[in-house]
């Protein structure tokens, strides 16, 4: 009933809200002129309001990547730190990673083991292609195997290497 003017609040042909006006004294009437004050002033509102919208949204979406990132470094320090060794070879046998204990077995730096092909590492392995070998683990999904790994100073430590096939993306 106190309601005696709606002037909708709209950004880019989308209404976001409207404006209620109650009566006026003397005589509950709107010019045209405060019509057509009120309903350019709706549109500046209107622009406030979704700005106001859209910052709340870049602030959580802020605070989640930031959460993401918190997670995601803490992982990465806790495989970084892990006491057995961990490589991550691309499917054409190229080391793409390797964590402190990988580098600390191998008597490398990261620098030195990051991007080498496995088949560079001096492992003495089971007579298997590096395809087939790709082959069983993707149909298997896990392979286990063991090898021997000729250090730099030449003395051979035997290892059980865990192979996990994962996919990413």
Do not use: M
Not at 63 to 83: G, I, K, M, N, P
Not at 144 to 154: F, L, S
């Amino acid at each position: 009933d106190w309601v005696r003017l709606v002037i909708p609040l709209t950004v880019q042909d989308r209404w976001i809200g409207v404006w209620l006006f109650g009566g006026r004294d003397p005589d509950d009437f709107y010019p045209q002129a405060d019509v057509d004050l009120l309903t350019a002033l709706a549109g500046q509102v209107a622009v406030g309001l979704e700005n106001a919208r859209l910052y709340a949204d870049l602030r959580q979406r802020a605070q989640q990547l930031q959460e993401l990132y918190d997670r995601t470094r803490f992982t990465q320090f806790a495989v970084d730190h892990a006491s057995d060794a961990a490589l991550w070879v691309d499917d054409r046998g190229r080391i793409r990673y390797a964590n402190h204990a990988a580098c600390r077995l191998l008597g490398r730096t990261p620098e030195a083991v990051v991007g080498v092909w496995v088949r560079d590492l001096r492992l003495e392995v089971p007579e298997v292609t590096w395809e087939a070998f790709c082959n069983k683990l993707k149909a298997e999904g896990v392979a286990k195997v063991e090898v021997r790994y000729r250090t730099p100073e030449g003395s051979s430590i035997p290892l059980e290497l865990t192979v996990n096939r994962v996919s990413f993306g």
